[in-house]
């Protein structure tokens, strides 16, 4: 019981990766961007049933304030321009669901007019199946999505500017 061990039971060694993932990964804001019928699905993922809030997910009204992306719904030829000037405002790191049928392949809708899948457009992180995926499949994907954003390497091509104690 001397100071070695006050020292070693206070003293925590990580990686600076493993501190910047765990904080982005419990504070993900979603875009409030519903485009059809997925859209009702993600609002009520967002009430107080479900409650994204207890998972640090904040759905937010701007892409400037928003790091995650939910495609929810049908997208198409005209639209997906639009969706993509959105994402290219979102500030890096970002991330995309694809959330539905219509989002991931263009569900029943295989017509010229319709993107088939949201991935010809924009990177996607994570797919969330169903017509419309209910609820507990969005609160899955964004639990997939934050493991996903642990296991990355964030420092990755970063340059680190020297740190000099003075």
């Known amino acids: 019981m001397g100071?070695?061990?006050?020292i070693r039971d206070s003293v925590l060694f990580t990686t600076a990766d493993s501190v910047i993932n765990w904080s982005r990964s419990s504070a993900l804001w979603p875009e409030t961007f519903g485009i059809a019928c997925c859209a009702i699905e993600?609002?009520?993922a967002g009430c107080a049933r479900y409650d994204l809030d207890r998972f640090g997910v904040v759905f937010r009204p701007s892409p400037r304030q928003s790091d995650v992306m939910i495609i929810a719904g049908t997208v198409t030829r005209k639209f997906a321009p639009v969706v993509l000037r959105l994402y290219d405002q979102m500030p890096e790191?970002?991330?995309?669901?694809?959330?539905?049928t219509c989002a991931i392949s263009g569900g029943v809708y295989n017509t010229y007019a319709v993107v088939?899948?949201?991935?010809?457009?924009?990177?996607v992180d994570v797919h969330v199946p169903g017509c419309p995926p209910r609820p507990e499949a969005l609160m899955h994907g964004f639990l997939l999505l934050q493991e996903k954003i642990k296991k990355s390497r964030a420092l990755a091509g970063t340059p680190l500017e020297r740190v000099v104690a003075r």
């Open 3 to 6: 100071v070695n061990n006050t």
């Open 42 to 44: 993600m609002i009520a």
């Open 93 to 100: 790191p970002r991330w995309v669901i694809a959330m539905g």
């Open 116 to 123: 088939q899948g949201a991935e010809t457009f924009v990177p």
